[in-house]
C-alpha cells in the first residue's frame, strides 16, 4: 500500500512532464510554420514550462498595458462612429425635416442609404486591414467620417442630405469590423467577450451622451449666429471625431508581433497566449487575401453566423427611431432625449455584465436566448399599450435584451473562426457586412404614419428577437457536432490511426468551439 502511495505521485509527475513536453512540441510545430524567429519560439518553450503563478502575474501585466492602450481609444472612436451615424435622429427633433422640406419617408431613405455605402466598402476594407497598419488605417478613416459628418451641416436639399449619408457610411465601413478584428488579434477566446462588451459600450454611451449632446445643442445653440439647432449638432460632433481621429493613430497598438511598447518577452508572450488557445499565432503575413477569402467561402458554418449576425441587427432597428418612440410618451423634444440617458446607461451596465457571466462560464447561447426574450417582451409591451408608464419600462427592455445579444454574437463569430488570421478577418467582414444590410430595409419599419403605437414595426421586430433566440440554438448544436469531430479526431491520432483531411484541417490539437 505504501509504495503505491509513493508512486501516485511520481506518476502523476511524469504525466504532467509529457503534456508540457507535447504542448511544448505542438506550439514550437505551429511557430515555425508561421515563420516565426528561433529566438521567439525558446521563449515558447520556456513560457510553456512555467508555472501557473508566473502564467497569472504575466498575464496582468501583459493585459494592463493592452487594455491600457486599446480599450479606451476603441470605446470613444465607437461611441463618436454611433453618435455621428445617429445623431439624425436627434436632429429630426429639431427643423431637419422643416429646412430641406422632408417628407413621407424621406427621413427613412436618409437613415438607410447611410448603409448602402457602408455594405459596399465593408469586406474590401478589413481585407486590406490585414497589409496596412490598424492604427493608421482606423485613424485615417476615421478623419474622413469626422469630415463628412460635419459637411452634413452644410446641407441645403434633400439630395444633398443623402449624398453625403451615403459617402459616411462608406467612410465608417472600417471601422467596427477592423476594431473587432484587431482585438481578436491580442485577445483569447475567453477574454475576448468581455473586451467586446467594454468597446461595445461605446454604442450605448453614443446614445446616452447623444441625448445629452442633442438636447444641449437644440435647446441653447438653435438659431445662434443665424445657424440652426440641426447644423451646429454635425459640426460640434463631426469636429470632435476629427480630433480624436489624429490621437488615435498614436495610441493604438498594432499586433503583438510588432508593438513597440511592450518588450521583447512581453511580445512573445502575446504572441504565445494566442496560440496556445487557438492553435496559431496572428500573423499578416500567414496567408494570402485570396486563400483566406476562399477559406471563409468555403467554410458553412459562416452562413448561419451571418443569417444570426443580420437577425439580430434586425431586431435593433428602433435605435434609430429611439427618440421617436420615447417621444410618444408625451413630453416635449429636450424632456425626450432626456428620458433617453437612463436607458442607455443602464444597457451598457448590463453589457458589461452578462458579457462577463458569458466568458467567464464559456456561454453563448443560453444568455442570447434569455436576453432576446426580454427584448421580445420588451417590443411587445411596446405595441400592446399606450400607457406612458408600461411604454417606459418597454424602453428599458427593447434595448436591455438586444443590445448585449449583439455583443455575445460577436465574440461568437469572432472566436468560431480562430486561424488563419485572414479568414477571420473575412469571415468578420463578411457576417458583419450581410449582417448590417439588415438596416437597409429595417428603417422603413418604422414609417411616422404607424405611430404612435408602431404595431407593424413591433410586432415584426417581436418575431425577429424570437427568431435570433432560435438561430442561436441551431448554432449551438452545429458547433456541438464540429466539438464531437474533434473529439474524434484526437482520439484517432492518439491510436496512431489515419485521419481524414477535413478532419485533420478543422482545428489544432485540444481546440473546442465554445457553445
Known amino acids: 500500500m505504501d509504495s503505491v502511495r509513493i508512486d501516485e505521485p511520481q506518476e502523476a509527475s511524469k504525466i504532467v512532464s509529457e503534456e508540457i513536453e ?28 512555467a508555472t501557473s503563478e508566473w502564467h497569472r502575474g504575466m ?31 436627434q436632429a429630426r427633433l429639431g427643423t431637419l425635416e422643416e429646412d430641406l422640406n422632408m417628407s413621407g419617408t ?98 450605448s454611451l453614443a446614445n446616452a451622451f447623444g441625448g445629452l449632446l442633442g438636447a444641449g445643442v437644440l435647446g441653447n445653440l438653435n438659431g445662434a449666429h443665424g445657424i440652426s439647432g ?63 477569402v476562399m477559406l471563409a467561402l468555403r467554410d458553412p458554418r459562416l452562413y448561419l453566423f451571418t443569417l ?12 434609430y427611431f429611439f427618440p421617436t418612440i420615447a417621444q410618444t410618451l408625451g413630453y ?4 425626450t432625449l432626456l428620458l433617453t440617458v437612463p436607458v442607455w446607461v443602464m444597457t451598457c451596465l448590463v453589457s458589461l455584465a452578462v458579457t462577463y457571466t458569458s466568458g467567464r462560464f464559456s456561454d453563448r447561447c443560453i444568455h442570447i436566448v434569455c436576453l432576446m426574450l426580454i427584448s421580445t417582451a420588451g417590443n411587445i409591451i411596446v405595441v400592446a399599450t399606450l400607457n406612458p408608464a408600461a411604454r417606459f419600462f ?45 438596416n437597409i430595409y429595417g428603417p422603413y419599419m418604422y414609417p411616422s404614419s404607424d405611430g404612435p403605437r408602431y404595431l407593424p414595426g413591433g410586432s415584426a421586430t417581436a418575431a425577429v428577437a424570437l427568431l435570433v433566440a432560435i438561430l442561436a440554438l441551431l448554432v449551438r448544436v452545429m458547433l456541438q457536432k464540429e466539438n464531437r ?20 484541417e478543422a482545428a489544432p490539437m485540444g481546440f473546442r468551439y465554445i457553445l
Not at 22 to 49: C, N, P, S, Y
Not at 76 to 82: A, I, Q, S
Not at 190 to 198: D, M, S, V
Not at 332 to 335: A, H
Open 22 to 49: 507535447h504542448q511544448k512540441e505542438f506550439i514550437t510545430d505551429v511557430a515555425r510554420q508561421r515563420g516565426i524567429d528561433e529566438e521567439r519560439i525558446v521563449l515558447f518553450g520556456q513560457f510553456t514550462a
Open 59 to 89: 498575464t496582468k501585466k501583459v493585459m494592463r498595458k493592452v487594455d491600457l492602450h486599446l480599450l479606451p481609444m476603441l470605446v470613444l472612436m465607437y461611441m463618436l462612429n454611433f453618435l455621428d451615424r445617429n445623431n439624425l435622429s
Open 106 to 203: 424621406d427621413f427613412n431613405l436618409a437613415t438607410s442609404i447611410l448603409f448602402v455605402g457602408y455594405l459596399l466598402m465593408q469586406l474590401p476594407s478589413n481585407l486590406l486591414l490585414t497589409r496596412v497598419r490598424p492604427s493608421l488605417y482606423l485613424g485615417v478613416a476615421m478623419t474622413i467620417w469626422g469630415t463628412i459628418s460635419a459637411a452634413q451641416a452644410a446641407t441645403t436639399t434633400f439630395p444633398s442630405l443623402v449624398v453625403c449619408r451615403f459617402f459616411l457610411g462608406f467612410a465608417e465601413a472600417p471601422f467596427f469590423p477592423g476594431a473587432v478584428f484587431l482585438m481578436s488579434s491580442w485577445y483569447t477566446r475567453g477574454e475576448l467577450a468581455h473586451r467586446i462588451a467594454w468597446f461595445y459600450s461605446g454604442h
Open 230 to 292: 440641426w447644423r451646429w449638432l454635425f459640426i460640434i460632433e463631426g469636429s470632435i471625431t476629427i480630433f480624436s481621429a489624429i490621437c488615435s493613430a498614436f495610441i493604438l497598438p498594432n499586433y503583438p508581433a510588432t508593438t513597440r511598447w511592450l518588450s521583447t518577452e512581453e511580445r512573445a508572450y502575446a504572441q504565445w497566449r494566442l496560440i496556445k488557445d487557438a492553435g496559431e499565432a496572428d500573423l499578416a503575413t500567414a496567408s494570402s487575401i485570396k486563400e483566406g
Open 308 to 319: 444570426l449576425q443580420h437577425a439580430s441587427l434586425l431586431s435593433q432597428t428602433f435605435q
Open 332 to 335: 416635449g423634444n429636450i424632456e
Open 394 to 438: 418597454a424602453l428599458f427592455l427593447l434595448p436591455l435584451g438586444a443590445v448585449p445579444a449583439y455583443q455575445i454574437i460577436l465574440a461568437w463569430v469572432a472566436n468560431s473562426f480562430p486561424r488563419p488570421l485572414v479568414k477571420r478577418s473575412a469571415c468578420i467582414s463578411f457576417a458583419n457586412m450581410i449582417g448590417n444590410s439588415a
Open 485 to 504: 469531430k474533434l473529439a474524434t479526431r484526437e482520439a484517432l491520432i492518439s491510436e496512431r490511426h489515419p485521419v481524414q483531411p477535413e478532419v485533420r
